[in-house]
């Protein structure tokens, strides 16, 4: 009997949430049924996704960003198929492979000109790991600082410079040396780095949690105190760059030039893992700077052909389809229109970002009657009126979206770059309604955010 991947979908289709709650994660389970997001996906092409009905859904996450030219494009298909079937040479692991040098090459002609060499890995984390290794054997120096509420990834050297608690709660002790400063101080990163004891600062130019947006002479100080103090300037993109900011790198956007840059997500098409490290010369060199050093840091899986033929397609899409400029567009556009809303709307603060990375925050309201709903929602979990807000906008405007970050009233947005004319209707159209639900009080929206109040309330008491 030949195996058959198709087959096994169509034998075990109603199967997938129960295999997850028997062999895997079912806390993930308890939340997706919790928040009404159990669907059963049978079809992903660009943007979309579609269920079992054939409804069609907006994905808005793009799988945390992984997604950057859409689900399936098949240009990427394509590429993978005819790696797959020219029986390539892959992996000979005293040898060196073509196709990574040309994505190497590919890459580096988009950095700024002082990044002249590429490190290929696995995730983000892994380039995150990569570049804690390679400071610190640079400048011989052991400390690395990083900003409060800034995102690096979950192994133990990332998640020792994770600015969230809720993600290091349980898992230390860490790696010795780590310390943060605020996002944006550059008076706490200059004494932080005035011992001169530090290997490297590594930020992500936009906060992923939260969407947290630099003033506009923070990351060129940063440069410059990295620099004075003989610092190593990181900057995390593997979030932010590859077109989602509406420039190629979110550094461009403030002309830096850092030491290193980290990157992930996008460059993989949707369909491989892969994740990198720009750097300069120097780094590279005083890292592998003898030949019995050549293999002193690397990954077996790293520069396969898969991985390197989905990052080739994949900057090739975002350059065919100008996706890079589209997302700076579209992204100016919905965040303009929502913030157009404000002064009908009490509960919304802003919309900011850059691109289609973007956020759409909320505050308390002034008036009695909506002041009172909110503090309830609040006193049981804070940021809980943002998911009240998310629902509606899956279940019945079909727009997949997530809150920001912990604890915090953000709804984030960072769907593909193709996004179209209809899709930013949709997504402005889909806003306004449930944001104006928010405002009806009594309301069915406000039934539901008592049922996860009282969800929020279990939780905290264990019952």
């Not at 928040?35 to 996450?61: M, P, S």
């Not at 984030?412 to 209707?425: A, Y």
Request: glycine share 8%; charged share 20%.
């Amino acid at each position: 009997m030949s195996f058959s991947i198709a087959e096994l979908f169509t034998q075990h289709s109603q199967e997938k949430f129960e295999l997850h709650e028997n062999y895997l994660n079912n806390q993930m389970v308890r939340v997706l049924k919790t928040i009404g997001y159990d669907r059963t996906y049978t079809k992903a092409l660009g943007q979309y996704l579609y269920d079992q009905q054939n409804t069609e859904y907006l994905d808005c996450l793009s799988g945390f960003g992984v997604f950057a030219v859409g689900r399936n494009h098949p240009t990427v298909v394509n590429a993978l198929q005819e790696t797959l079937t020219l029986e390539l040479p892959n992996l000979v692991q005293m040898d060196v492979s073509l196709l990574s040098g040309l994505l190497a090459k590919k890459i580096l002609a988009t950095t700024p000109d002082n990044l002249d060499k590429m490190f290929f890995c696995n995730s983000g984390t892994e380039a995150v790991e990569a570049a804690i290794k390679f400071a610190r054997y640079t400048t011989k120096r052991e400390k690395i600082v990083f900003c409060e509420h800034g995102y690096h990834g979950l192994t133990m050297g990332s998640l020792s410079l994770i600015g969230e608690e809720v993600f290091r709660e349980g898992f230390g002790p860490f790696l010795p040396g780590c310390s943060s400063v605020p996002f944006n101080d550059l008076a706490a990163l200059e004494q932080a780095l005035s011992n001169k004891d530090v290997a490297a600062f590594i930020v992500e130019p936009i906060q992923g949690k939260g969407v947290n947006l630099p003033d506009d002479n923070y990351l060129v100080g940063v440069q410059r105190l990295c620099k004075q103090y003989g610092t190593l300037f990181v900057a995390d993109e593997v979030q932010t760059g590859i077109g989602r900011t509406g420039k190629f790198w979110a550094i461009d956007h403030w002309d830096v030039q850092p030491d290193m840059i980290c990157m992930a997500k996008a460059l993989s098409g949707g369909f491989v893992p892969v994740g990198g490290v720009a750097m300069t010369s120097k780094i590279m060199d005083t890292v592998f700077n003898r030949m019995d050093r050549a293999v002193v840091h690397g990954s077996t899986f790293s520069k396969n052909n898969m991985a390197m033929a989905a990052g080739l397609a994949t900057l090739q899409v975002i350059e065919d389809e100008s996706l890079v400029q589209n997302s700076a567009l579209v992204g100016a556009d919905i965040i303009r229109s929502i913030n157009a809303m404000s002064s009908r709307y009490e509960f919304l603060k802003e919309a900011r970002g850059k691109g289609l990375m973007v956020a759409i925050e909320f505050q308390a309201p002034k008036s009695l009657t909506l002041k009172a709903a909110w503090a309830t929602l609040e006193a049981a979990n804070k940021g809980l009126f943002c998911q009240m807000v998310t629902i509606p906008l899956f279940k019945d405007h079909h727009l997949l979206t997530q809150v920001a970050g912990h604890g915090m009233n953000v709804v984030k947005l960072l769907p593909p770059l193709n996004l179209t004319q209809k899709d930013r209707d949709w997504i402005v159209n889909s806003f306004d309604h449930a944001i104006a639900d928010t405002h009806k009080v009594p309301g069915s929206i406000w039934s539901l955010g008592k049922n996860l109040a009282g969800h929020a309330l279990k939780s905290k008491t264990g019952s």
